[in-house]
């Protein structure tokens, strides 16, 4: 009886183990197929950068003016959840985050690409999120909030 129970509860186990893993968001149908800086702050931001440690790739912007964006395409790429690093230079401080974390969408669609956008915030904050593009959209739209 003992180990009927104990088995039992294993089963349990393993089943709330895949239950839960099945609400985790899937990432092996999404694509990129942009990146987005957007700074946040009231100052310059120079020689903003996203490195991909795994595959060494590497994509950036030269300037980004105060509340504004600097963005960029390529052709789609498969999202591998490879860590990355994002570092700028800002008021005479060079900032450097490795192994930002990147938000994914929730209810990812299959198919439709998605973009990166950085925000790079004051005291060398950053976050970081792949932003899934509407299906009549050019992946080349601008992601920058309207402003009143």
């Known amino acids: 009886m003992k180990n009927r129970s104990c ?3 294993v089963y349990s186990l393993l089943g709330l183990l ?5 609400d ?3 990432t092996n149908h999404l694509t990129v197929a942009g990146l987005t800086f957007h700074n946040a702050t009231a100052s310059p931001i120079h020689n903003a950068k996203l490195s991909v440690h795994k595959t060494h790739g590497m994509i ?6 105060p509340y504004k964006e600097c963005s960029t395409t390529f052709p789609r790429r498969q999202y591998q959840g490879n860590a990355i690093t994002v570092t700028w230079q800002q008021a005479g401080q060079t900032w450097s985050l490795t192994n930002v974390p990147v938000d994914l969408p929730e209810h990812p669609i299959p198919g439709r690409p998605t973009t990166a956008r950085v ?8 976050t970081a ?14 992601l920058e909030p309207e402003r009143p």
């Open 24 to 26: 985790l968001p899937q």
């Open 60 to 65: 950036g912007c030269g300037v980004i003016l």
């Open 18 to 22: 895949v239950t839960s893993c099945a």
């Open 119 to 126: 925000t790079l915030g004051e005291n060398g904050s950053v």
């Open 129 to 142: 999120k792949l932003i899934q593009l509407p299906a009549d959209a050019p992946h080349t739209m601008s």
């Open 7 to 9: 088995r039992l509860w």
